[in-house]
């Protein structure tokens, strides 16, 4: 009798080409630099990060850099079990959406300096940078977020974001 086949590894290949725009030209050379920038809405007033051209509920063109904190509140996660190829990472994980402070959305990242057991919604977290002449132009410059010693933000304040 043959294994079940449970997993391949098949090489794959895909080149392209990416070219930002204005707003995310500026986040990169802001991420470059330490900034944790957003764009402001003139017409709504949300702060999106990371940032777009435009705003996707007003259909107008941001024209404000909001310079965000680099902690947040973690609005949801989940416990990873299944690692991937292309980052050796202990299992289990956690992968989490923050909202960091400043912004009206939220973005993923990794969850780390915590028992994925003691990990919670409300938790206030803070950027974990890269060292410095590990930067590039890129969102990844942020490692990972972990937990500081502020209390939880009350569901209530962050469950539009959920």
């Known amino acids: 009798m043959t294994e079940p086949v449970t997993g391949i590894v098949?090489?794959?290949?895909?080149?392209?080409?990416?070219?930002?725009?204005?707003?995310?030209?500026?986040?990169?050379?802001?991420?470059?630099?330490?900034h944790v920038n957003g764009r402001r809405c003139p017409s709504c007033a949300k702060v999106y990060f990371p940032p777009r051209g435009g705003c996707p509920m007003c259909g107008v063109e941001f024209t404000d850099t909001v310079t965000l904190a680099d902690t947040g509140t973690l609005v949801t996660f989940a416990i990873v079990n299944v690692n991937f190829a292309n980052r050796v990472i202990d299992l289990p994980y956690v992968s989490g959406e923050v909202?960091?402070?400043?912004?009206?959305?939220?973005?993923?990242?990794?969850?780390?300096?915590?028992?994925?057991?003691?990990?919670?919604?409300?938790?206030?977290?803070?950027?974990?940078?890269?060292?410095?002449?590990?930067?590039?132009?890129?969102?990844?410059?942020?490692?990972?977020?972990?937990?500081i010693d502020e209390p939880d933000r009350d569901y209530d304040s962050f469950k539009e974001y959920v």
């Open 99 to 147: 909202l960091f402070d400043g912004a009206d959305t939220a973005t993923m990242v990794l969850v780390s300096g915590v028992a994925p057991e003691e990990v919670r919604m409300g938790m206030r977290v803070k950027a974990h940078w890269k060292p410095r002449e590990e930067w590039d132009y890129s969102l990844a410059n942020i490692d990972y977020v972990e937990p």
């Open 10 to 34: 098949t090489p794959i290949r895909l080149d392209y080409r990416y070219t930002p725009g204005k707003a995310s030209s500026d986040f990169l050379r802001g991420i470059k630099e330490g």
